[in-house]
């Protein structure tokens, strides 16, 4: 079974500033994608970013990018010029490739952003 | 819509009751997801549809959870005999086949009281 492993419940970061949010991962399948989603208090799940694991190149979307390694099983998401409305809960996300969008998520890290 | 849509958004309901929870999944897509979000925890799945049928559903708990959808666009999830550790927020998702990209709603926050 997969299992997607959070360990930072919080994390706080000034506005303009960079953060990095941490998320590892366990399986033994070599096909995957891995993703981080946002959950602002309106509980809607959002994507934020996602990663093809056979493709060696970090993803990027704008101020949001991560640090993919394989061998280590770690999906970082770092946000940069952080802003107000990064302030949400994000969640590290794990599918097989051909399972469809059957997610594990993780336990989720609540970022707070201080003006 | 051009969206989601979950229905209610939030729902109390009598220890034993039954409850339905109601999903709209964006128009065209052929997969849908439940997933269940306990406070403080991330989403775990529940169930997968692909069309009319259940191509996955060995994230339902027990037997008290039943899903359904019949034409293939609308899914209804029934709790029957809904305990107080049911309690949490019903998130629902689809997706067109083979998409990688799972569109949710904004859930269903049900409270047993």
């Known amino acids: 079974a997969q299992t997607v492993t959070q360990s930072q419940p919080e994390m706080s970061v000034q506005e303009a500033e960079t953060v990095t949010l941490s998320c590892t991962y366990d399986?033994?399948?070599?096909?995957?994608?891995l993703f981080w989603y946002k959950q602002p208090p309106s509980r809607q799940m959002i994507l934020v970013i996602r990663?093809?694991?056979?493709?060696?190149q970090n993803a990027t979307e704008n101020r949001f990018s991560v640090n993919f390694q394989k061998a280590a099983k770690s999906f970082s998401l770092k946000i940069s010029d952080s802003q107000l409305g990064d302030a949400a809960m994000y969640f590290c996300?794990?599918?097989?490739?051909?399972?469809?969008?059957?997610?594990?998520f993780g336990g989720g890290t609540r970022l707070m952003v201080k003006p | 819509g051009a969206g989601v849509s979950q229905t209610p958004s939030n729902k109390v309901t009598e220890k034993g009751k039954y409850v339905e929870l109601r999903c709209d999944p964006i128009?065209?897509?052929?997969?849908l997801y439940w997933y269940r979000q306990s406070l403080g925890q991330g989403p775990e799945f529940l169930i997968y549809?692909?069309?009319?049928?259940?191509?996955?559903d060995s994230g339902l708990p027990n037997d008290r959870f039943f899903a359904v959808r019949p034409e293939g666009s609308v899914s209804t999830l029934k709790i029957q005999r809904t305990e107080r550790g049911d309690s949490a927020v019903y998130l629902c998702?689809?997706?067109?086949?083979?998409?990688?990209?799972?569109?949710f709603g904004q859930g269903t926050r049900l409270t047993v009281v």
């Open positions: 399986t033994s399948e070599s096909d995957y994608y």
């Open positions: 549809f692909q069309g009319t049928g259940a191509a996955d």
């Open positions: 998702a689809s997706s067109i086949t083979g998409g990688t990209e799972a569109f």
């Open positions: 996300a794990y599918r097989r490739r051909a399972a469809g969008n059957m997610l594990t």
């Open positions: 128009s065209g897509h052929t997969a």
């Open positions: 990663q093809e694991a056979y493709k060696q």
